[in-house]
Nanobody, 114 residues
Framework: QVRFMESGGGLVQPGGSLRLSCTAS????????MGWYRQAPGKQRELVAT???????NYADSVKGRFTISRDNAKNTVYLQMNSLKPEDTAVYYC????????WGQGTQVTVSS
């Protein structure tokens, strides 16, 4: 049973940046497309960025041009660089496989507020 561990969240002012990291309890990143998801209060969890095994990326329109997903298979880590943050980016962020998500980790809270 794989477990995901997200970190790097925090409180940031609008326009600021954060870099999220995600590791897994087993080495799976080499075998699956990975994604970053987020869930804002009162809203459904949404997929915001994906990266394929080969490194191709896709983004939700709401974050395109501001967020960058990357992976380091040797370190078994996936990253989400978030720039030009907006209050509407406030959410708990999770990583998981891009298709058929497994058990969810605890996530990391991102709060964008002045």
């Amino acid at each position: 049973q794989v477990r995901f561990m997200e970190s790097g969240g925090g409180l940031v002012q609008p326009g600021g940046s954060l870099r999220l990291s995600c590791t897994a309890s087993v080495s799976i990143f080499s075998f699956y497309a990975m994604g970053w998801y987020r869930q804002a209060p009162g809203k459904q969890r949404e997929l915001v960025a994906t990266i394929s095994i080969g490194g191709s990326t896709n983004y939700a329109d709401s974050v395109k041009g501001r967020f960058t997903i990357s992976r380091d298979n040797a370190k078994n880590t996936v990253y989400l660089q978030m720039n030009s943050l907006k209050p509407e980016d406030t959410a708990v962020y999770y990583c998981n496989t891009a298709q058929s998500p497994r058990e969810w980790g605890q996530g990391t809270q991102v709060t964008v507020s002045s």
